[in-house]
């Protein structure tokens, strides 16, 4: 995805944006704000004024009386993960990377596994942002509250997050248990690894009955984390460097790609450890890929699953990536995937430079069938009229952009497609 701004900005204050954006209001440019272009979709791309989030880092302040850490929103994932890490300090759950920004990833619903515990979005506490005039709102349940209601993932389509305010707690270690388990079996009995486990996701390889399954929850300790030389066999020679080659293989001869599943899946290691929370929940992904991904009720994902696998087995279709799986509890926010309802994650991928279309459109078929509600930071081909069907509190969210953004200064393309005008 590319975008040819006519004019870029890399503000160091909340100060530097509020002029950024009256400038641009002045010459007439629309606005976007990007994060790390981990996006799959062209949320960010605009001809007008891009405004870049390098200088935008750090953390404001550390609240241990009311268990909150206010962070600048162009602060990689990592960055707060470490710094929290480092003042005894955990977000409650995190999704399976960090390379993205805390705005960026907020503002498109990024989410991990979890019983109890939702995603980035569900963990904040307050938001500070300019609007289109130029003015600075800061929102929380007590202020402005319609605004701190809908901006929790705002699309971009509100205004310019500047600092996001997150729920925190004392840093406490998690034990994950990963091991293959025939997809069969993790189908009869998700219901109960989901209620028996803090986190619990799992990986399906197509072409195969088979799945490596993850399981992370809370521990006395001691801590015990992989050792380092099986961390770079495991983590970075098999799962990256490894999967990286066979991918190629896959690519040039898609006959091969059956086998290679069905090794790769029963090759997978079995292994117990016990670490801080980011080291757990999160994994490097080195590997370049197409994504899809899709939120059903949590009620509805063995149906899916199956009827994926069943499209997946009477097709000439060639799957190299295998498919995740995560769920997340009912939460409040309008255009949250899991608003409303208990949500389980379907997300296809495919290796990049290989042909996706129709692997991704069958299984939007699916995915639709099942009332899904598509990532908004992965590729997906649903427009408002879907989403106004999809979401109870959608004319909610398009209300208030309309108040907050009447001349559409934070519109771009993809907005007008999945939000309306």
Known sequence: MTARPARQVAPASVEEVSAAVRRAAEDGLRVKAVGTGHSFTSIAATDGLLIRPDLLTGIRSVDRAAGT??????????????????????????????????????????????????????????????????????????????????????????????????????VFLLSAREEGMRLDRVLAEFDQLWAENEHFEFYWFPHTGNTNTKRNNRSAGPRRPVHWARTWYEDEFLSNGLFRAVNHLGRAVPATVPTIA???????????????????????RRVR?????????RAALPDTLRELKAMVDRSPLRVSFPVEVRTCPADDIPLSTASGRDSAYVAVHMFRGTPYQAYFTAAERIFTAHEGRPHWGKMHTRDAEYFAASYPRFGEFTALRDRLDPDGRFQNDYLRRVLGR
């Open 69 to 170: 850490v206010t962070v600048e929103a162009g602060t990689p994932l990592k960055r707060l993960n470490e710094a929290l890490a480092r003042e005894g300090l955990s977000l409650t759950n995190m999704g399976d990377i960090m390379e993205q920004t805390v705005s960026g990833a907020t503002g498109t619903g990024t989410h991990g596994t979890g019983r109890e515990s939702g995603s980035l979005a569900a963990q904040i506490r307050a938001l500070e942002m300019v609007t289109a005039d130029g003015s600075v709102l800061t929102c929380s349940p007590t202020e402005n509250p319609d605004v701190f209601a809908a901006a929790r993932i705002g699309l971009g389509a509100l205004g310019v997050v500047t600092a996001v305010t997150f729920a925190v707690e004392p």
């Open 289 to 297: 890929f197409m994504e899809m991904e899709y939120a059903v009720p």
């Open 262 to 284: 069905r090794v790769a899946s029963r090759g997978m290691p079995t292994r117990t450890y016990t670490d801080l929370p980011y080291r757990v929940f999160t994994s490097p």
